[in-house]
């Protein structure tokens, strides 16, 4: 069975402690951030990620839209810490040779996805490939992978390449 192509962000799917460790912070303006897409802080404020961000913050946790910075424009963030775990589709096809692989992200707001051929600013890392686990999804175009964030803006023990 083929795999839809469905990209709708990351999610957080796994952490060592149980839970997702979730902050919040002030979200810059002329910002449009949906839930599950990767943010990185910019002066202090939240931001959308893009594919050049050499570093991530984390995962939306909320969505959140804004014109100016005010105290009221704060959004939930899955902060970027080493034992947390996202999952998101591919944006080509996935096989198992990808595990282990850092690569980087791509999309824009609300369709973000692993651009699993893409190793410009190896910001995360496929850990693992969903076809793995459930075997009604097929390994291929548009399979959905998990991943940790490499690169962390929250952790920086993490940033280093």
Do not use: H, W
Not at 5 to 11: A, H, M
Not at 69 to 82: L, N
Not at 92 to 107: H, K
């Amino acid at each position: 069975m083929a795999n839809p192509d469905t990209p709708n962000g990351f999610r957080p799917v796994r952490s060592d402690s149980g839970q997702s460790a979730v902050v919040f912070f002030s979200v810059a303006a002329s910002q449009t951030i949906a839930k599950g897409d990767a943010v990185i802080l910019a002066s202090g404020l939240v931001e959308i990620a893009v594919l050049t961000s050499p570093q991530l913050l984390g995962v939306a946790a909320s969505a959140k839209v804004t014109t100016t910075v005010t105290r009221a424009d704060r959004i939930a963030v899955y902060v970027a810490i080493p034992s947390q775990t996202f999952e998101g589709q591919c944006s080509g096809s996935s096989t198992a040779a990808l595990v282990g692989t850092a690569c980087d992200i791509e999309g824009a707001t609300g369709v973000m996805e692993v651009n699993e051929n893409a190793t410009t600013e190896d910001v995360i890392q496929i850990t693992g490939i969903r076809s793995d686990e459930d075997v009604t999804t097929a390994l291929g175009l548009n399979d959905i992978v998990r991943f940790v964030i490499l690169r962390s803006q929250y952790y920086p023990v993490l940033a280093a390449k």
